[in-house]
């Protein structure tokens, strides 16, 4: 059967599902009349609600779905928020282990666009783009904890003019804390499970005092083995939480510490000249005298094996220190003003220890040490490790004045952010007789292969105006400027020949200024039941501040491309038009007693995306050399639609399901040296068109359960789609009840999760990594299944 068919079909399967589901909540109103299940003492009143899967936003003139504490952690204890919005329409995430941690091969798009074209706060704290290679902000999961999550709000088309970022060009991710409890509470929660997860969280509420005033602190350990070989992920976590409330208004502080090592995985080489393709490329370490015995006497590695060959270690070190203070003013009835200051200081490091012999390596080292023997040079044992050294330093500050004038709402706010990044390569040498660990820092680079420093200033301000027309009318209209001042330098460059056609990597400054990126949007109150919208906006994304790699300026070979691409390109930009229609009823349908929400269809115009490609003949005469330019190479035309909505059979049981669709097409072939990629009418790779989700959640007696689906469609794998991914469908299964034998006295809400991720233990392809035009791509696979119980009381 077709697969674009078949997602079809699987969404059409919910119909005959609905009447099925309707007999079986019969079944569960005569076996037991219990409420769901509590998963925390500060929804006490949860117990008397219908069971929710997602919340429309009701009041947004965009499409807006909030996903809520308790569901996000009945898909797994301690999930990535990012991850928890894989249930959402439109959203394609993947990564490699089950909470969503390792950010090295992380992977999603939303409507199109990748997570580097997203934008992300925490509390309306930026948190940059997401990007691996980290210079200007932290993941979601490292920023907070997740049992610490109050809400994830994905608003897929644009996100609001206020929203802190200089990359949503396809919507926003915004992530909220947990507020404290109002009474004293210790929370106590244990997760064991597949290959020795162990996973502890503890937190403690103050309760009110004093005059206003609540506050809690909580902590974190993680720990889990990577499943195809011996790497440990995991870290721990701090944070805090102060509110005080006054007549002035609401003062908030917020502290989080973050100290977390994931272990890299390698991602396997797909092409027809690659003999060996393996499932998975797991890494040798702590079995040294296997990495020994693998390489050749010059530190060679099997021809058999081609590009496909293994590494000794790699993983991800991150440390961030993360603080903010917020206080909303009262200035009179209608009018408040808010400020907020934050901070962040981030010390990272990636590491990877691999063989001295492959991907030009040999012709690296013999720059810095000519004539010498390298293995020697490198401790005699065939490896050497490698560093990318990261730091950011940023702090900032958001103000926002919002007053209501007649049937005017109007706010203004200004955004600025001052980060001092820089990232460094340097090349460690892997002693035979004291072989390094992957979880330590290593000291004494042999080579440090560059440094680069960049100050980057960002300037963000917006104004809008929302028109009460009617009562059951609204107008909004608005615009942002967004100003972006980077200056990159490198204290340390390369010698001659240790980048490949480089003698020097690129200095200097650009400045960027958008002044007028404009809005409009409406919400009409149909009934009080149903609700329309419609909005338009343009955004941009700056220029990525990054040097040494990735689609940066600074990250160009030689000081020609950097000003050939200053003087000539433009930030990435597009205009997401949607509109849609949000239900939510009360009914008396034999079993089925309400229904919630959302169709919202798109198009969004992409222009000016920009990629790194080989120079034609003119721009190498310009330049001087073969040398690779960043350059814009045309447009994307996106068009699609996203349906969602949850039938709920009495208070027993739902029936969520997202079936959303995406074409997103390139406008534009390339050059690209003396060739033209024919790109033109050919679909984004890595997003797949066809998505599905279903979560369907029982209570029975005291037990609730969740089967959660994700169906995934094809996806292309390279940007002239000559190569592509098959779909997937994964399942997952929660859970939960009481221990009503341990409540009492001084321990109450004593509780038990079990989950169990890829419950049909699936096997194939889980995320795609494209970065070619044709003929070979790399993939991660889908993990196998894994199970884990979690135990929860409070004190």
Same mark, same amino acid.
């Given at each position: 059967?077709?697969?674009?068919?078949?997602?079809?079909? +699987?969404?059409?399967?919910?119909?005959? !599902?609905?009447? !099925?589901?309707?007999?079986?909540?019969?079944?569960?109103?005569?076996?037991?009349?219990?409420?769901?299940?509590?998963?925390?003492?500060?929804?006490?009143?949860?117990?008397?609600?219908?069971?929710?899967?997602?919340?429309?936003?009701?009041?947004?003139?965009?499409?807006?779905?909030?996903?809520?504490?308790?569901?996000?952690?009945?898909?797994?204890?301690?999930?990535?928020?990012?991850?928890?919005?894989?249930?959402?329409?439109?959203?394609?995430?993947?990564?490699?282990?089950?909470?969503?941690?390792?950010?090295?091969?992380?992977?999603?798009?939303?409507?199109?666009?990748?997570?580097?074209?997203?934008?992300?706060? !925490?509390?309306?704290?930026?948190?940059?783009?997401?990007?691996?290679?980290?210079?200007?902000?932290?993941?979601?999961?490292?920023?907070?904890?997740?049992?610490?999550?109050?809400?994830?709000?994905?608003?897929?088309?644009?996100?609001?003019?206020?929203?802190?970022?200089?990359?949503?060009?396809?919507?926003?991710?915004?992530?909220?804390?947990?507020?404290?409890?109002?009474?004293?509470?210790?929370?106590?929660?244990? *997760?064991?499970?597949?290959?020795?997860?162990?996973?502890?969280?503890?937190? +403690?509420?103050?309760?009110?005092?004093?005059?206003?005033?609540?506050?809690?602190?909580?902590?974190?350990?993680?720990?889990?083995?990577?499943?195809?070989?011996?790497?440990?992920?995991?870290?721990?976590?701090?944070?805090?939480?102060?509110?005080?409330?006054?007549?002035?208004?609401?003062?908030?502080?917020?502290?989080?510490?973050?100290?977390?090592?994931?272990?890299?995985?390698?991602?396997?080489?797909?092409?027809?000249?690659?003999?060996?393709?393996?499932? *998975?490329? /797991?890494?040798?370490?702590?079995?040294?005298?296997?990495?020994? $015995?693998?390489?050749? %006497?010059?530190?060679?590695?099997?021809?058999?094996?081609?590009?496909?060959?293994?590494?000794?270690?790699?993983?991800?070190?991150?440390?961030?220190?993360?603080?903010?203070?917020?206080?909303?003013?009262?200035?009179?009835?209608?009018?408040?003003?808010?400020?907020?200051?934050?901070?962040?200081?981030?010390?990272?490091?990636?590491?990877?220890?691999?063989?001295?012999?492959?991907?030009?390596?040999?012709?690296? +080292? %013999?720059?810095?040490?000519?004539?010498?023997?390298?293995?020697?040079?490198?401790?005699?044992?065939?490896?050497?490790?490698?560093?990318?050294?990261?730091?950011?330093?940023?702090?900032?500050?958001?103000?926002?004045?919002?007053?209501?004038?007649?049937?005017?709402?109007?706010?203004?706010?200004?955004?600025?952010?001052?980060?001092?990044?820089?990232?460094?390569?340097?090349?460690?040498?892997?002693?035979?007789?004291?072989?390094?660990?992957?979880?330590?820092?290593?000291?004494?680079?042999?080579?440090?292969?560059?440094?680069?420093?960049?100050?980057?200033?960002?300037?963000?301000?917006?104004?809008?105006?929302?028109?009460?027309?009617? /009562?059951?009318?609204?107008?909004?209209?608005?615009?942002?400027?967004?100003?972006?001042?980077?200056?990159?330098?490198?204290?340390?460059?390369?010698?001659?020949?240790?980048?490949?056609?480089?003698?020097?990597? /690129?200095?200097?400054?650009?400045?960027?200024?958008?002044?007028?990126?404009?809005?409009?949007?409406?919400?009409?109150?149909?009934?009080?039941?149903?609700?329309?919208?419609?909005?338009?906006?343009?955004?941009?994304?700056?220029?990525?501040?990054?040097?040494?790699?990735?689609?940066?300026?600074?990250?160009?070979?030689?000081?020609?491309?950097?000003?050939?691409?200053?003087?000539?390109?433009?930030?990435?930009?597009?205009?997401?038009?949607?509109?849609?229609?949000?239900?939510?009823?009360?009914?008396?349908?034999?079993?089925?007693?309400?229904?919630?929400?959302?169709?919202?269809?798109?198009?969004?115009?992409?222009?000016?995306?920009?990629?790194?490609?080989?120079?034609?003949?003119?721009?190498?005469?310009?330049?001087?050399?073969?040398?690779?330019?960043?350059?814009?190479?045309?447009?994307?035309?996106?068009?699609?639609?996203?349906?969602?909505?949850?039938?709920?059979?009495?208070?027993?049981?739902?029936?969520?399901? %997202?079936? $959303?669709?995406?074409?997103?097409?390139?406008?534009?072939?390339?050059?690209?040296?003396?060739?033209?990629?024919?790109?033109?009418?050919?679909?984004?790779?890595?997003?797949?068109?066809?998505?599905?989700?279903?979560?369907?959640?029982?209570?029975?007696?005291?037990?609730?359960?969740?089967?959660?689906?994700?169906?995934?469609?094809?996806?292309?794998?390279?940007?002239?789609?000559?190569?592509?991914?098959?779909?997937?469908?994964?399942?997952?299964? $929660?859970?939960?009840?009481?221990?009503?034998?341990?409540?009492?006295?001084?321990?109450?809400?004593?509780?038990?999760?079990?989950?169990?991720?890829?419950?049909?233990?699936?096997?194939?392809?889980?995320?795609?990594?494209?970065?070619?035009?044709?003929?070979?791509?790399?993939?991660?696979?889908?993990? /196998?299944?894994?199970?884990?119980?979690?135990?929860?009381?409070? +004190?």
């Amino acid at each position: 059967m077709n697969k674009k068919l078949s997602a079809v079909c +699987f969404a059409a399967l919910s119909l005959p !599902m609905l009447a !099925m589901a309707a007999n079986v909540a019969a079944a569960v109103a005569d076996m037991a009349d219990a409420p769901a299940v509590e998963t925390a003492p500060e929804i006490e009143a949860a117990a008397a609600a219908p069971i929710a899967t997602v919340e429309v936003a009701t009041r947004k003139t965009r499409s807006s779905v909030e996903l809520g504490k308790l569901e996000m952690q009945k898909i797994l204890p301690g999930i990535n928020p990012l991850k928890a919005l894989q249930t959402l329409p439109g959203v394609s995430f993947q990564t490699a282990d089950p909470w969503g941690n390792n950010e090295q091969n992380l992977s999603l798009f939303i409507h199109g666009f990748s997570g580097q074209q997203l934008g992300y706060t !925490m509390d309306g704290v930026p948190l940059g783009d997401q990007q691996y290679g980290n210079y200007n902000g932290l993941s979601p999961q490292r920023a907070i904890t997740s049992e610490n999550v109050g809400s994830v709000i994905l608003s897929s088309g644009a996100g609001d003019l206020s929203t802190a970022s200089t990359s949503n060009l396809g919507g926003t991710i915004e992530t909220f804390s947990s507020n404290p409890l109002p009474n004293r509470n210790v929370a106590v929660q244990q *997760t064991v499970g597949s290959y020795k997860t162990s996973r502890t969280f503890v937190r +403690f509420d103050t309760g009110n005092f004093g005059d206003g005033n609540s506050a809690y602190i909580s902590g974190v350990h993680h720990e889990q083995k990577a499943w195809d070989f011996a790497g440990r992920q995991g870290g721990d976590q701090i944070n805090a939480k102060f509110i005080n409330n006054s007549s002035l208004g609401k003062l908030t502080l917020y502290v989080a510490y973050s100290d977390k090592i994931e272990p890299n995985e390698d991602s396997t080489v797909r092409s027809a000249s690659e003999k060996y393709q393996p499932y *998975t490329r /797991p890494f040798m370490y702590p079995n040294f005298q296997q990495a020994l $015995s693998y390489l050749s %006497a010059t530190g060679g590695t099997p021809a058999a094996d081609g590009n496909n060959y293994r590494n000794y270690y790699s993983d991800a070190q991150r440390t961030d220190y993360l603080t903010y203070a917020k206080f909303d003013m009262n200035l009179g009835e209608n009018t408040t003003w808010s400020n907020q200051i934050y901070y962040h200081n981030d010390d990272g490091v990636g590491v990877v220890a691999g063989p001295i012999g492959v991907a030009g390596l040999p012709a690296l +080292f %013999a720059v810095y040490f000519p004539g010498q023997n390298l293995k020697q040079v490198f401790g005699n044992s065939g490896f050497a490790t490698r560093t990318t050294e990261y730091a950011i330093n940023r702090n900032g500050w958001l103000s926002t004045l919002t007053t209501e004038i007649g049937d005017h709402k109007l706010q203004g706010g200004l955004w600025l952010e001052h980060n001092r990044s820089s990232a460094y390569r340097r090349w460690y040498a892997l002693d035979v007789n004291n072989p390094s660990s992957p979880y330590d820092r290593p000291g004494n680079p042999l080579i440090t292969q560059y440094g680069s420093e960049i100050d980057n200033k960002v300037a963000q301000l917006h104004l809008q105006d929302e028109w009460r027309v009617r /009562p059951d009318l609204a107008l909004q209209a608005g615009f942002k400027s967004s100003l972006q001042f980077a200056d990159g330098q490198f204290p340390v460059q390369p010698k001659n020949g240790a980048i490949a056609n480089s003698t020097a990597l /690129p200095v200097g400054e650009i400045i960027t200024k958008k002044w007028f990126l404009p809005q409009i949007g409406g919400r009409w109150d149909i009934t009080a039941q149903d609700q329309a919208f419609f909005n338009v906006q343009k955004n941009m994304r700056q220029f990525v501040t990054y040097g040494g790699g990735g689609a940066s300026p600074w990250s160009l070979s030689s000081q020609g491309a950097f000003d050939l691409f200053k003087s000539t390109a433009k930030p990435e930009t597009s205009i997401t038009y949607e509109a849609g229609v949000r239900t939510s009823h009360k009914l008396d349908l034999g079993g089925v007693t309400a229904i919630d929400g959302q169709i919202n269809v798109y198009h969004v115009d992409f222009k000016d995306r920009l990629l790194q490609i080989s120079p034609t003949s003119v721009i190498s005469s310009i330049i001087g050399g073969n040398l690779a330019v960043l350059t814009n190479v045309g447009s994307v035309k996106t068009d699609g639609v996203d349906l969602s909505g949850t039938v709920h059979f009495g208070r027993n049981f739902s029936l969520y399901n %997202a079936l $959303s669709y995406n074409q997103s097409k390139y406008d534009d072939n390339y050059v690209s040296g003396k060739d033209t990629v024919l790109t033109s009418g050919k679909k984004v790779p890595g997003s797949p068109e066809w998505m599905d989700k279903f979560v369907a959640t029982a209570n029975v007696a005291d037990t609730e359960f969740q089967l959660i689906g994700d169906y995934v469609g094809k996806r292309y794998a390279t940007y002239t789609n000559d190569l592509e991914v098959s779909s997937y469908f994964l399942t997952s299964l $929660s859970v939960s009840g009481k221990l009503p034998f341990l409540n009492g006295g001084w321990l109450k809400n004593a509780r038990y999760r079990l989950n169990i991720t890829n419950l049909t233990d699936r096997k194939g392809d889980l995320n795609v990594v494209v970065g070619a035009a044709s003929g070979t791509y790399n993939t991660f696979p889908i993990a /196998p299944r894994q199970g884990f119980l979690t135990l929860m009381a409070d +004190f």
